[in-house]
């Protein structure tokens, strides 16, 4: 099973990458990113991924099993960015996508 991260060069996605590595079994890791060169620190393939290019994401997914979508910090472009890479992980054929999402410890607080 190969998974990929994208979002891999931010602060959560090298966090993921991490924890891929420790907790691997050997399976492949995907570092998906707007610039593969600044990946070369991480270990692991990275391939160019940039969620403003849409034509450019199915094939940066082929192979991929899990696609684990960590969202950039673009104001207001979030909701066009996650439709361009669920749009490119149906293309590629990925069966899994995961979403990382933070739920206050005290509902009361937001």
């Not at 192979?63 to 104001?75: A, K, M, N, Q, R």
Request: proline share 6%.
């Amino acid at each position: 099973m190969t998974i990929a991260v994208t979002g891999a060069t931010g602060q959560l996605g090298r966090l993921v990458i991490e924890s891929l590595k420790r907790k691997s079994t050997g399976e492949p890791i995907v570092a998906l990113v707007r610039s593969p060169e600044k990946a070369s620190d991480l270990g692991v393939e990275a391939r160019a991924f940039d969620y403003a290019q849409p034509e450019t994401l199915a094939p940066a997914l082929a192979g991929i099993d899990t696609l684990l979508l960590i969202s950039s910090s673009e104001v207001g472009q979030r909701e066009a960015q996650h439709r361009n890479v669920i749009e490119a992980a149906k293309t590629a054929g990925i069966k899994r996508i995961v979403y990382p999402i933070t739920v206050p410890s005290d509902p009361g607080r937001r």
